[in-house]
């Protein structure tokens, strides 16, 4: 085998769903019997993708990491299979772990695949169990520490939303949300509401402000801040920018209380520069968004449940 035989790749899932398809059906569903309501779930528009392609561009195989910093979907075809696919995702997906600052990653690994996974340094812990009628262990790799003060990039959704959680997870009392629709591919997800339920539970007096350009399609849809905010209303506080020239502001960013940022410089797109720990650059866009606070207007249309 030579590297040009394939490549791996990042993919978008709503726009690679059907290459997504074309190796995780063959091999979970027909394969290994793996009933089709389980292969695909509500973490799978969250998680962070990849897919390998042969030589032709053709699907070959592809691996998630997701928002709970956990591998799986492991999956390479049949023909593709003892040829190094399997190693270049899983290789793949743990750089893209360090780099989101994950302490660690864990995964369910089939028994007869412990071995693979213990070449990547990999540990397994607890008992056998049955998962989709498959004998299983998990499996643990720590990544150890991060770096908190790293400038970390990134153009991923899936990244993006996987920062965010990291943001909202450390915040200790407050947390700034500056966007122009509440973005959905971010914020409107079950793993997005719980991160932020937990954070307005976990401390008396918690608060996350949000300052937003327009609600008219998050309200439309049902976005699932507004129903938490209205549910949790001494926690949430959401404000209308309708002042010049505020409104003509391009980026989004989040914020919390602990030195953290995520920035994305034109709100509509996912290029994004984020830190765990930057205290000077965190002042500056709470800065910013204080002094736009002042000047925006309640949410009011928005009423407590």
């Known amino acids: ?23 995780r059906e063959p091999v979970f569903i027909r394969e290994q019997n793996c009933p089709p309501e389980l292969e695909w779930d509500e973490l799978d528009p969250q998680s962070v993708h990849v897919l390998a392609r042969d030589a032709s ?21 049949a023909d593709w299979r003892g040829r190094g696919v399997g190693a270049a995702l899983l290789q793949d997906l743990i750089e893209r772990a360090r780099a989101l600052g994950h302490p ?12 693979f996974y213990e070449r990547f340094g ?14 299983h262990r998990s499996m643990r790799l720590d990544l150890g520490p991060t770096d ?6 990134t153009d991923s959704p899936a990244q993006v939303a996987d920062l965010t959680l990291e943001l909202i997870g ?15 591919a971010i914020l409107d997800s079950r793993a997005a509401s719980e991160a932020l339920r937990a954070f ?20 439309r849809e049902g976005h699932a801040l507004i129903a938490l905010a209205q549910r949790l209303p001494s926690h949430f506080a959401i404000r209308v920018v309708e002042e010049e020239p505020d409104v003509q502001y391009a980026a989004a960013f989040v914020a919390n209380d602990r030195g953290g940022y995520l920035f994305r410089p034109i709100a509509t797109r996912f290029e994004a ?13 709470l800065a910013y968004f204080n002094e736009v606070w002042e000047r925006a207007r309640p949410a009011s249309e928005l009423r407590p449940l």
């Open 1 to 23: 085998m030579s590297p040009s035989d394939f490549r791996i790749e990042l993919a978008d899932y709503a726009e690679h769903l059907a290459d997504l398809r074309a190796v």
């Open 57 to 77: 561009g053709a699907p070959i195989g592809t691996a998630r990491l997701t928002p709970l910093h956990t591998i799986g979907r492991m999956a390479v075809l």
């Open 104 to 115: 660690a990653i864990e995964l369910h690994a089939q028994t007869h695949a412990i071995g």
């Open 122 to 135: 990999f540990t397994a812990f607890g008992p056998e169990y049955d998962e989709a009628g498959i004998r």
């Open 148 to 153: 908190e003060r790293a400038l970390r990039e």
């Open 170 to 184: 450390r915040a200790r009392r407050e947390l700034s949300i500056y966007t122009r629709d509440l973005d959905p």
């Open 200 to 219: 307005t539970i976990g401390t008396r007096n918690t608060m996350a402000r949000v300052l937003v350009h327009d609600l008219r399609r998050a309200v």
């Open 273 to 285: 520069s984020a830190s765990l720990l930057d205290p000077a650059r965190n002042r500056q866009l």
